[in-house]
């Protein structure tokens, strides 16, 4: 595609539910990173994947939080059991692995649990 | 973790004005870049500066790197209100390790 989508855009979920966050990267891209941010805040590294490399999940919050990556390409965040202190915007990124790695960014998930 | 840190946390200029962002970092880097978001929304990647680089510019941006001090800075020349946004540095540590970490941003406000 022409840019990283994500998707939904909005998500208002009420507390104790699951929720799924997707992001669909720039073709052939493949680095793959989430990050949250909470309002008026910076970003919060989640989980990077790197290639075929193991990846690094360091950033994770709990365990209500996981990710993965299916085929090298889309992405799905999944938040378990999801508490007020979730509500965030969720923002994805890709990038080529060829040492100059900026990074591009989706538009994001806006988070609300109520 | 943030690697980065910048300041000022917020900055209000008039129009024309230049504005200067820092950003320092802890640990050894491969790459610096800075990026913008508008809104608290997708960041746009502005410019990237490697570790061998000491200055780069791109247009009315000018970007310093100090390796030593383990700091960076961002100009923008003759701001608009246009500039108004949020600006953020990001390490990677190069090797075969491309995680990027985003320092916690400068809000710029431009006033016309």
């Known amino acids: 595609g022409a840019g990283v989508s994500q998707s939904p855009s909005n998500k208002v979920t009420e507390k104790g539910k699951d929720v799924e966050l997707r992001c669909d990267p720039i073709?052939?891209?493949?680095?793959l990173y989430w990050y949250r941010q909470s309002l008026g805040q910076g970003l919060e590294f989640l989980i990077y994947f790197q290639g075929n490399s193991a990846p690094d999940k360091s950033g994770l919050p709990s365990d209500r939080f996981s990710a993965e990556r299916t085929g090298g390409s889309v992405s799905t965040l999944t938040i378990q059991r999801t508490q007020q202190e979730d509500s965030a915007v969720y923002l994805c990124a890709s990038s080529q692995m060829t040492g100059a790695t900026e990074a591009f960014f989706g538009q994001g998930t806006r988070l609300t649990v109520v | 973790s943030q690697q980065g840190e910048e300041d000022p946390q917020a900055l209000s200029i008039q129009e024309g004005e230049n504005a200067t962002m820092n950003c320092s970092y802890k640990t050894s880097i491969n790459n610096l870049q800075w990026y913008r978001q508008n809104s608290g929304r997708g960041l746009v990647h502005l410019i990237l500066?490697?570790?061998?680089?000491r200055e780069k510019h791109s247009g009315r941006l000018r970007v310093t790197l100090d390796t030593s001090k383990k700091s960076s800075s961002l100009l923008i020349t003759a701001s608009r209100a246009a500039d108004t946004a949020s600006y953020f540095c990001a390490t990677d540590s190069g090797g075969s390790n491309y995680k990027l970490t985003f320092g916690k941003g400068t809000l710029l406000t431009v006033n016309p």
């Open positions: 073709s052939g891209h493949t680095a």
């Open positions: 500066i490697r570790s061998n680089e």
